[in-house]
Nanobody
Framework: QVQLVESGGGLVQAGGSLRLSCAASGRTFSNYAMGWFRQAPGKEREFVGG????????YYADSVKGRFTISRDNAMRTVYLQMNSLKLEDTAVYYC????????????WGQGTQVTVSS
């Protein structure tokens, strides 16, 4: 499996931007598709978006489409989540996760990073 560590969370005002990073170690990073998830207090974890092994394909939840962008740098073994036009409802713990490109199951998870959007 691959080990994942998120960073970049913090406190930001509504309308602002934040970029999260997820650094991977362990197995060959380019074998994995990557995803971002989030979990707000009292809510279930939800899918935010994903990216395929080489960055050629990205997909997003409707709630973040047009505001969030996922990218990856396989040489740096890092995946990014650029978040723009942040809303109060984006407040959550954000997790990155990895799955084999040919699998639907995310099997490696990071520890999460808190994002808090204030008014």
């Amino acid at each position: 499996q691959v080990q994942l560590v998120e960073s970049g969370g913090g406190l930001v005002q509504a309308g602002g931007s934040l970029r999260l990073s997820c650094a991977a170690s362990g197995r060959t990073f380019s074998n994995y598709a990557m995803g971002w998830f989030r979990q707000a207090p009292g809510k279930e974890r939800e899918f935010v978006g994903g990216i395929n092994w080489n960055g050629g394909s990205t997909y997003y939840a409707d709630s973040v489409k047009g505001r969030f962008t996922i990218s990856r740098d396989n040489a740096m073994r890092t995946v990014y989540l650029q978040m723009n036009s942040l809303k109060l409802e984006d407040t959550a713990v954000y997790y990155c996760a990895a799955r084999f490109e040919w699998s639907n199951e995310y099997t490696s998870w990071g520890q999460g990073t808190q994002v808090t959007v204030s008014s």
